[in-house]
């Protein structure tokens, strides 16, 4: 069953992250189209972004997510031992390299994973979260992390997060330039088409954001349940890992968290909401209850 729900899971990442490159397509047609009279232009433009922003995130994804988040690197299991030996252990179960450690300085508990590959891996934790938690409990959490490493979840989420910046930037130039004056307006006072385009060119980029992180929310919400899952599977404990869902339930938000990393965190770094619908991650209680049906 675990096997058959991964080989649905990667199809599933195959068509969200198509979805992606098309949305950054659009997008940049949609911006070429008002500010240069080219979609055509806009797209190749736009393209070229993704494609800078991919290959840098791949080939530093680590050093660029771990500033983003303010987090640092300890380098020595005398900085922070449990979690060193806990990562060490579970990194070693799960037979990938060790990854880089990193502690984020945040009173609120959460962890996350990232890298573009388990040979250039690095997980991170806060402060919080290394107070709150027992040994029993961080293997949990550990585990989940060396699951996404194991299953290149890092990879995926890294390329998601590149072209949700993309997506950013593009958005970002849009608003910038229409409030200093720069759309193309000609063919939208000849012909009531252009106006029409126009509208729907806006209307796209106003709600590219939105997309994207709906992109990111279908591309993270199965990976947790499968993370959880390959928790239980490296520590052979599924208290453990309930128990470290648990005690992450009211958690409050971080204040240090990149809202574009959210999806990397194995808890929702902006804290609960009162509606679930856009979160990227599972509500804490349906993956409990899962992890209690194993």
């Known amino acids: 069953m675990l096997y058959q729900q991964i080989a649905m899971n990667k199809r599933r990442t195959i068509y969200v992250m198509a979805g992606f490159t098309l949305l950054v397509a659009l997008i940049g047609a949609a911006v070429g189209r008002l500010f240069a009279g080219s979609a055509a232009g806009g797209v190749v433009i736009a393209l070229i972004i993704a494609l800078i922003y991919t290959s840098v ?16 690197e300890i380098t020595s299991a005398d900085q922070f031992p449990a979690l060193w030996h806990v990562v060490e252990d579970m990194a070693l ?11 984020i300085d945040d009173p609120s508990p959460n962890a996350f994973a990232t890298g573009n590959n ?29 699951t996404h490493v194991r299953n290149y979840d890092i990879r995926l989420q890294t390329i998601a997060l590149a072209l949700a910046s993309a997506i950013g930037l593009l958005v970002n130039f849009a608003s910038h330039a229409w409030w200093f004056g720069g759309a193309n ?10 106006a029409l385009a126009m509208v729907g060119s806006l209307l796209l980029i106003i709600l590219a954001p939105l997309a994207a992180s709906i992109a990111q929310m279908a591309l993270s919400r199965n990976r947790e349940y499968l993370a ?14 309930i128990r470290a869902l648990e005690a992450l339930k009211g958690a409050p938000a971080m204040q240090n968290a990149d809202p ?26 349906a993956r409990i209850e899962r992890l209690k049906q194993m």
């Open 93 to 103: 179960v799960a037979q990938v390299p060790m990854p880089r450690v990193f502690v």
């Open 260 to 285: 574009n990393s959210s999806a990397l965190y194995i808890n929702e770094p902006a804290g609960e909401k009162f509606s679930h619908l856009f979160d990227t991650h599972p509500p804490l209680d």
């Open 185 to 194: 307006r000609d063919d939208d006072r000849r012909d009531g088409g252009g």
């Open 118 to 146: 388990p040979e250039h891996a690095a997980v991170a934790a806060t402060t919080g979260l290394l107070q709150l938690m027992d040994r029993e409990q961080l293997e949990g959490v550990m585990a989940h992390e060396m």
């Open 228 to 241: 959880d899952a390959g928790a239980v599977e490296l520590t052979r404990n599924p208290q453990g890992m």
């Open 57 to 72: 995130m791949i080939g530093q994804s680590t050093d660029v997510v771990m500033r983003m988040n303010n987090a640092h």
